[in-house]
């Protein structure tokens, strides 16, 4: 079993940074591929950043590129959101997933970030 723990969220005011991390557990694995999900009341749940484990290739979404980076370390199976420059509607609870090399899927239970104005 893969167990997946968010940390990092809390409340910030807007303009200010917050680090998130996700640290996987379980059984040994081979990760594909982790990535970060937004959640926000009365919407889909979105996607935000990626990042290829082997490689470190990233890819962010239109919303938070250049404000959020995604990173990696992989001896800790840890993944990384460094948020900056939030604002309001950077507000809802942060997810991670991870794909894993069979493509199987696993997902944190989420922290909340709340950004006030």
């Known amino acids: 079993q893969v167990q997946l723990v968010e940390s990092g969220g809390g409340l910030v005011q807007a303009g200010d940074s917050l680090r998130l991390s996700c640290a996987a557990s379980?059984?040994?694995?081979?990760?594909?591929?982790m990535h970060w999900f937004r959640q926000t009341p009365g919407k889909e749940c979105d996607f935000l950043a990626a990042?290829?484990?082997?490689?470190?290739?990233?890819m962010y979404a239109d919303s938070v590129k250049g404000r959020f980076t995604i990173s990696r370390d992989d001896p800790q199976r840890t993944v990384y959101l460094q948020m900056n420059s939030l604002n309001t509607e950077d507000t809802g609870i942060y997810y991670c997933?991870?794909?894993?090399?069979?493509?199987?899927?696993?997902w944190g239970k989420g922290t909340l970030v709340t950004v006030s104005s």
């Open positions: 379980g059984r040994a694995l081979g990760i594909y591929a």
């Open positions: 997933k991870l794909t894993d090399d069979a493509g199987m899927f696993y």
């Open positions: 990042i290829a484990w082997k490689d470190g290739t990233t």
